[in-house]
């Protein structure tokens, strides 16, 4: 073999010892550091936990971080809870909810109002009754009344009395109060009952379909308990459906006993059935719903004639015939209440609805033409809503207790 063929065989064996060397060292270094390794000192739990001081160092300022114990919760402060405004308002009370007459007029107040507005600090000339004419006239006072409260009126600017529509309607509050004086005397603030004691007192109420008879009955049940009188009520409006029923809920209501028939039955047989057991049971008085009978219809009021006489046989005493009139019908009001004096001699008049309407001044009306007292006037659906009425309450309600001007 030459010496040239030798060379490349020489030269790979060389390298391959060189490798072989090396491997060698590299697996004794490592060995070695396992080794080191084995022998140190175990791992803190803090180190475990933390790192080691080497790690912690890292900072700048070399500050070691140290383990803190949970903070405790800081006590609760409790919070200012707003009261509800419904909590700030006083507590209504039951004289709270007593309707006023001042509260009932205030829409028929406004006409005069109007013309309190329209005539401030002028003086008294054509233009001037011609709007207070107008105005009694839309409160319904009444064509012949106010004819009467202007000649009145009319004779204080004649006499020099009167310069200024300011007292105008100072002597109109004046010439209102006279037309009440009248009957101011023979007024009776309360419903009359029997002095015969062996007999029963017998309310009849009277008047038309819808102006509020049956509620103003269930009112005057109320009113009476209250005032410690024993009640019952006698369902007479048989021909309105449902009539019994409203009646029996009033007489839930006013914790009063109701006596009724079959309807389209004899009114004149339920209420002596009433007035029997009235007696029987010693009730003081027997309150009778009628049905509404159209005044212009001869047939009907000569029926409710017949439910006056039998109410006053004995041991029944008609101490009462109570007219309801509904405010807002204005004049009509004044021609129901002529035909139902005519059948069943009224003694007074309960007029309803007058919180509704404008046309309070058929008041005076009701009261200057035909005589007849107004009771009561009904303000509201409650069972309180209905009060005395008192004529000097009501002008000031009407005309407006401000001064004029």
């Given at each position: 073999m030459t010496l040239a063929s030798i060379t490349p065989i020489l030269l790979t064996a060389v390298v391959v010892l060189l490798l072989a060397a090396a491997a060698a060292v590299t697996i004794r270094r490592r060995g070695a550091a396992s080794q080191d390794g084995s022998a140190s000192e175990p791992t803190s739990s803090i180190e475990q936990e933390h790192g080691t001081r080497d790690d912690l160092l890292e900072s700048k300022d070399e500050r070691v971080p140290v383990a803190r114990e949970p903070l405790e919760p800081s006590p609760e402060v409790p919070r200012e809870v707003a009261t509800p405004l419904r909590d700030q308002m006083p507590e209504t009370t039951a004289a709270d909810l007593v309707p006023t007459v001042e509260a009932s007029m205030a829409k028929s107040r406004g006409l005069f109002a109007s013309f309190r507005a329209a005539r401030r600090l002028r003086g008294i000339d054509s233009e001037t009754w011609e709007e207070l004419e107008a105005t009694l006239l839309r409160a319904d006072v009444g064509v012949a009344t106010t004819k009467v409260l202007l000649a009145t009126l009319q004779e204080g600017v004649a006499s020099g009395t009167l310069s200024t529509s300011e007292d105008l309607l100072r002597h109109l509050r004046v010439a209102l109060l006279a037309q009440f004086e009248a009957l101011e005397e023979t007024r009776q603030r309360e419903l009359a009952f029997t002095q015969d004691p062996e007999a029963v007192s017998v309310w009849l109420v009277v008047g038309v379909n819808g102006v509020g008879k049956t509620t103003t009955i269930g009112k005057l049940a109320n009113r009476a308990t209250l005032q410690g009188h024993k009640v019952l009520m006698a369902a007479g409006d048989t021909f309105r459906a449902a009539a019994g029923e409203q009646l029996e809920t009033w007489g839930e209501r006013a914790d009063t006993d109701v006596v009724?028939?079959?309807?389209?039955?004899?009114?004149?047989?339920?209420?002596?059935?009433?007035?029997?057991?009235?007696?029987?049971?010693?009730?003081?008085?027997?309150?009778?719903?009628?049905?509404?009978?159209?005044?212009?219809?001869?047939?009907?009021?000569?029926?409710?004639?017949?439910?006056?006489?039998?109410?006053?046989?004995?041991?029944?005493?008609?101490?009462?015939?109570?007219?309801?009139?509904?405010?807002?019908?204005?004049?009509?009001?004044?021609?129901?209440?002529?035909?139902?004096?005519?059948?069943?001699?009224?003694?007074g008049v309960v007029l309803t609805k007058l919180d509704g309407s404008a046309k309070g001044g058929v008041v005076v009306a009701i009261e200057a033409e035909l005589g007849i007292p107004v009771r009561f006037i009904g303000v509201g659906e409650g069972l309180n809503d209905l009060l005395v009425f008192e004529p000097q309450a009501f002008v000031d309600a009407l005309l407006g207790s401000e001064p004029v001007g």
């Amino acid at each position: 073999m030459t010496l040239a063929s030798i060379t490349p065989i020489l030269l790979t064996a060389v390298v391959v010892l060189l490798l072989a060397a090396a491997a060698a060292v590299t697996i004794r270094r490592r060995g070695a550091a396992s080794q080191d390794g084995s022998a140190s000192e175990p791992t803190s739990s803090i180190e475990q936990e933390h790192g080691t001081r080497d790690d912690l160092l890292e900072s700048k300022d070399e500050r070691v971080p140290v383990a803190r114990e949970p903070l405790e919760p800081s006590p609760e402060v409790p919070r200012e809870v707003a009261t509800p405004l419904r909590d700030q308002m006083p507590e209504t009370t039951a004289a709270d909810l007593v309707p006023t007459v001042e509260a009932s007029m205030a829409k028929s107040r406004g006409l005069f109002a109007s013309f309190r507005a329209a005539r401030r600090l002028r003086g008294i000339d054509s233009e001037t009754w011609e709007e207070l004419e107008a105005t009694l006239l839309r409160a319904d006072v009444g064509v012949a009344t106010t004819k009467v409260l202007l000649a009145t009126l009319q004779e204080g600017v004649a006499s020099g009395t009167l310069s200024t529509s300011e007292d105008l309607l100072r002597h109109l509050r004046v010439a209102l109060l006279a037309q009440f004086e009248a009957l101011e005397e023979t007024r009776q603030r309360e419903l009359a009952f029997t002095q015969d004691p062996e007999a029963v007192s017998v309310w009849l109420v009277v008047g038309v379909n819808g102006v509020g008879k049956t509620t103003t009955i269930g009112k005057l049940a109320n009113r009476a308990t209250l005032q410690g009188h024993k009640v019952l009520m006698a369902a007479g409006d048989t021909f309105r459906a449902a009539a019994g029923e409203q009646l029996e809920t009033w007489g839930e209501r006013a914790d009063t006993d109701v006596v009724r028939g079959a309807a389209g039955g004899d009114p004149s047989a339920i209420v002596y059935d009433a007035i029997q057991r009235a007696k029987a049971r010693k009730y003081d008085v027997v309150l009778a719903d009628t049905a509404g009978r159209l005044h212009n219809k001869v047939n009907l009021v000569e029926e409710l004639k017949k439910i006056r006489r039998v109410a006053d046989k004995a041991p029944g005493n008609v101490t009462e015939v109570l007219l309801v009139i509904d405010a807002t019908t204005g004049q009509n009001a004044l021609q129901q209440a002529r035909a139902f004096t005519e059948a069943v001699a009224v003694t007074g008049v309960v007029l309803t609805k007058l919180d509704g309407s404008a046309k309070g001044g058929v008041v005076v009306a009701i009261e200057a033409e035909l005589g007849i007292p107004v009771r009561f006037i009904g303000v509201g659906e409650g069972l309180n809503d209905l009060l005395v009425f008192e004529p000097q309450a009501f002008v000031d309600a009407l005309l407006g207790s401000e001064p004029v001007g």
